[in-house]
């Protein structure tokens, strides 16, 4: 049998396109933020906590290091399953997936909270739940802070249900 009939061609390997999803995701990011500016978007309103795709740098101990986000914002690091967000002065590590049936949280831009798109749960920047079919806030990691960076501990997830302190605890505060 020829070799075109058993491996399936490849006619993008000379394709001048950035690779993969990620690259898709960034530029597809880029240039709705260059669409809305160019319709005269207020940049301060439509990017109030702007998102950013990420990746850290993951330990054999199951931590990731992060660097400490210089503005309010929200990073999702999708590799490692965790949203990182800097808000009011602290940092927060939650778990990506919505606590009511694990389906990929998302930022809303518009009104600065995360939403399930599947049952349209709703969620304050630092992981409160505001309405919805949930029943608790997001998921949280443990975070500490170390030096210009934040580590994530992935084995250390709270729910705001079972272990209120810890979750409440799992914050870090960013303040000189």
């Known amino acids: 049998m020829p070799d075109e ?14 690779p ?11 240039i709705a933020a260059g669409a809305l ?10 990017f109030a906590l702007p998102v950013e ?8 101990d199951e931590t990731i290091k992060y660097p400490v986000p210089a ?12 949203i990182l967000v800097r808000w009011q002065n ?20 518009a ?11 709703k969620y304050r920047p630092d992981g409160e739940f505001i309405e919805g079919r949930a029943t608790r806030g997001m998921d ?3 975070i500490q802070h170390q030096g210009d960076q934040l580590i994530v501990d992935v084995d250390k997830m709270f729910k705001q249900d079972e272990d209120g302190a810890a979750w409440n605890a799992a914050v870090v505060s960013l303040t000189a």
């Open 71 to 82: 503005t309010d914002g929200v990073q999702i690091d999708k590799d490692n399953q965790v």
């Open 20 to 30: 993969g999803r990620r690259a898709f995701i960034r530029d597809s990011l880029l």
């Open 90 to 109: 602290a940092a927060y590590a939650f778990n990506l997936s919505c606590p009511h049936q694990n389906t990929a949280l998302r930022w809303d831009d």
């Open 5 to 18: 009939m058993i491996r399936p061609r490849d006619d993008c390997h000379n394709c001048s396109l950035a």
């Open 140 to 142: 949280r990691f443990a």
């Open 111 to 121: 009104d600065s909270r995360f939403q399930c798109p599947k049952h349209h749960s």
């Open 53 to 60: 795709l990420m990746e850290g740098g993951r330990r054999a």
């Open 37 to 46: 500016a160019a319709l005269g978007a207020n940049p301060a309103a439509a």
